[in-house]
């Protein structure tokens, strides 16, 4: 799916075509994609790759203008015109009217951010999207899925940052620069080159927003809904590795384990939140890792013990009497045995301190 759908990309990015897929039922011009010219955005650059990722505008040229009797001739108009009628294929969200956002367009979707033209391309057409690179159904559960990853770690970025919706309340900490938005924005002429024409950049941005959309797609296909299964296979067999059932153990590293395990507590309904999950690293040893509190912070549910954090090799394993220790972390949320053995009893014991010191304190 990668390879074909790069070159797809890439293809109708230079306005080849690439001549597979469903033609139109008779020969014509090409359909033609309308959004405004002068500096460009990541959302309208974004809207116009996902259109052409559709059979009908996979050989769409992108009319770059503010004439409306030039619009007007478009197939479909994204980012410009003052219009969001999809039934004419109109997709600008500067009215002052438009205040839609997946949630509103789609009740059962969580997503409250305002949506700029990429949202409301992927809100029309992201699953048909889906379904046609993947080859799977529009409504099935592979589709649903990974509709709602891209939407929440993909476009909803691109809607938030072209809308003005700030990250947090507070003042941020530190600048974030390197963004998709921002890279997209680099590609416009500097305000003081000599030229001024913004249609090269236009191209570029094209090749770069699409590459990452079908990049992560590709990911999120290939490597995070994989990894769900895995999570919940080693949730249902919990108890085997530990009777406390507080223990996940993971077959091999790098799963990325976290989003599934805080989903799936809620849909398994578990009655006790994990704490710890062991899993091997690539050189063989074995790692015990703190659930985080939740996806987005780096406080975990049950460090390791504070004695042990810093810790390394022989002194470690000789402070917590557990063969094989290599390491924890200064933050406690991590720590090294070189056998799966000595990480469970190192993740027992992590347990056993924690009730104790609930015993003590009552």
Partial sequence: MRRAARALLVMAAAGTGSGAGPKRPRPGPAPRIGTHDGTFHCDE?????????????????????????????????????????PERHRY??????????????????????????AGLIYHHFGAQILANLLGQPEDGPVVTALYDKLYENFVEEIDAV??????????????????LSARVGRLNPRWNDPEQDTEEGFKRALELVGGEFLDRLDYYHRAWLPAR????????????????????????????????????????????????????????????????????????RLPLPEQWRGVREEELSQLAAIPGCVFVHASGFIGGNRTRDGALQMARRTLELRHEAGEQSK
């Fill in 162 to 179: 072209d809308n003005g919706v700030a990250q947090t309340d507070g003042e941020p900490r530190y600048a974030l620069t390197t963004h």
């Fill in 92 to 117: 600008d969200h500067h009215q002052r009217s438009f205040a839609l956002s997946m949630h509103s367009l789609q009740p059962s979707k969580p997503w409250t951010t305002k949506l700029s033209s």
């Fill in 45 to 85: 650059v974004l809207a116009c790759c996902l259109l052409r990722l559709l059979p009908p505008y996979r050989d769409a040229e992108v009319v770059r203008t503010r004439d409306p009797e030039r619009l007007a001739e478009c197939d479909v108009v994204v980012d410009v015109g003052g219009e969001y009628d």
């Fill in 229 to 300: 299964t895995l999570v919940e296979e080693a949730i249902r067999r919990r108890f085997e590795v530990d009777a406390s059932g507080a223990v996940l153990e993971l077959p091999q590293g790098g799963c990325p384990w976290k989003e599934h395990l805080f989903s799936l507590e809620k849909e398994l309904e578990l009655p006790t939140p994990l704490q710890l999950v062991l899993f091997p690293d690539r050189s063989g040893q074995w790692r015990v890792q703190s659930v985080p509190v939740g996806p987005n912070t780096f406080q975990s």
